[in-house]
Nanobody
Framework: VQLQASGGGLVQAGGSLRLSCAAS????????MGWLRQAPGKERELVAA????????DYADSVKGRFTISRDNAKSTVFLQMNNLKPEDTAVYYC??????????????????WGRGTQVTVSS
């Protein structure tokens, strides 16, 4: 299984970025997908999660109203649109897959599949 994240970079506060994660080696539509992030010195935290058909979506309180998660099952890709970025959003962002939303929402430990991270840096 491979989860290939892309789209990170350096942006000024108030700007936008769109992360993508292309999945291979698994039946994408069978999996809930999520984005987690880890800032230096902090625990990895769930940012957003979406169920296999997109009918259930959850966000961390810190990103509600600014970030939008979506997926394209035909392309085995999950997206994270990040608007109005803040310096505190600076972190390495990871794509993750689990067969249940509960598996993602319970926290980083025990999630089935992880991708390599992509760095997001927001300057003030």
């Amino acid at each position: 299984v491979q989860l290939q994240a892309s789209g990170g970079g350096l942006v000024q506060a108030g700007g936008s970025l769109r992360l993508s994660c292309a999945a291979s080696g698994l039946t994408f539509s069978d999996y809930a997908m999520g984005w987690l992030r880890q800032a230096p010195g902090k625990e990895r935290e769930l940012v957003a999660a979406i169920s296999w058909a997109g009918g259930s979506i959850d966000y961390a309180d810190s990103v509600k109203g600014r970030f939008t998660i979506s997926r394209d099952n035909a392309k085995s890709t999950v997206f994270l649109q990040m608007n109005n970025l803040k310096p505190e959003d600076t972190a390495v962002y990871y794509c993750a897959a689990d067969q249940t939303m509960g598996g993602l929402l319970r926290g980083p430990h025990g999630i089935e599949w992880w991708g390599r991270g992509t760095q997001v840096t927001v300057s003030s």
